[in-house]
């Protein structure tokens, strides 16, 4: 809904792709511009004062990216990393401010999806605390297949997102396949019981 109420006001735009890896906006950037992803992942992670990185959100097609930072004009939070080929849609701040104000309908789109961000964020920070490292990896194995499942994660990519170890990582996955939760398939994976890998506690 968001990207629809958004392509129907844009009058000025232009398209920008990056290959894997490429970073978008750093950690500490001011910005500049409002971006919408037509294709491919991106990662946002950031630095912890102990030099850890962590994954904080994995954003897909049709997402927003760096709207908080944009619309309160604050320094990113975090870094934005393109996961493989991503093409996104950028919309400046000039023309951010014109569809704002002739259509108040994208403004309450932006807080509703504000809010919705803000509530996962808080549910992520209570369940990273409170989980075991093996079952946080279960779950990010049971996320990151089931809403991309295009996409072949590395382990340091499971690991940044569940905030562990790539050891970890590997560990909890031979443990998986194992059990038969999981089945490996050459770099990728395939989960072959979900409810049993949902309720998994080493």
């Given at each position: 809904?968001?990207?629809?109420?958004?392509?129907?006001?844009?009058?000025?735009?232009?398209?920008?792709?990056?290959?894997?890896?490429?970073?978008?906006?750093?950690?500490?950037?001011?910005?500049?511009?409002?971006?919408?992803?037509?294709?491919?992942?991106?990662?946002?992670?950031?630095?912890?004062?102990?030099?850890?990185?962590?994954?904080?959100?994995?954003?897909?097609?049709?997402?927003?990216?760096?709207?908080?930072?944009?619309?309160?004009?604050?320094?990113?939070?975090?870094?934005?990393?393109?996961?493989?080929?991503?093409?996104?849609?950028?919309?400046?701040?000039?023309?951010?401010?014109?569809?704002?104000?002739?259509g108040p309908k994208f403004?309450?789109?932006?807080?509703?999806?504000?809010?919705?961000?803000?509530?996962?964020?808080?549910?992520?920070?209570?369940?990273?605390?409170?989980?075991?490292?093996?079952?946080?990896?279960?779950?990010?194995?049971?996320?990151?297949?089931?809403?991309?499942?295009?996409?072949?994660?590395?382990?340091?990519?499971?690991?940044?997102?569940s905030d562990t170890t790539?050891?970890?990582?590997?560990?909890?996955?031979?443990?998986?396949?194992?059990?038969?939760?999981?089945?490996?398939?050459?770099?990728?994976?395939?989960?072959?019981?979900?409810?049993?890998?949902?309720?998994?506690?080493?």
């Open positions: 809904m968001f990207s629809n109420t958004m392509s129907k006001l844009i009058q000025k735009k232009h398209e920008k792709s990056y290959k894997k890896g490429e970073i978008i906006y750093h950690e500490g950037d001011f910005p500049e511009y409002l971006y919408f992803v037509k294709s491919g992942l991106v990662g946002l992670s950031y630095i912890s004062e102990l030099g850890k990185e962590t994954f904080f959100r994995i954003s897909g097609k049709n997402d927003i990216l760096g709207h908080a930072s944009f619309f309160i004009n604050e320094a990113y939070s975090g870094t934005s990393i393109a996961l493989n080929q991503v093409t996104l849609i950028v919309i400046s701040k000039d023309e951010c401010i014109r569809i704002s104000q002739e403004l309450l789109e932006v807080i509703y999806k504000l809010s919705s961000e803000l509530g996962v964020a808080e549910l992520r920070v209570v369940g990273l605390s409170e989980k075991s490292a093996p079952k946080r990896v279960a779950e990010s194995l049971i996320f990151l297949k089931l809403k991309y499942s295009g996409q072949v994660w590395t382990r340091k990519e499971i690991a940044n997102f790539s050891e970890t990582v590997t560990r909890v996955m031979k443990t998986l396949v194992s059990l038969d939760l999981i089945q490996k398939v050459g770099r990728n994976y395939i989960i072959t019981d979900l409810e049993q890998l949902y309720l998994f506690e080493e």
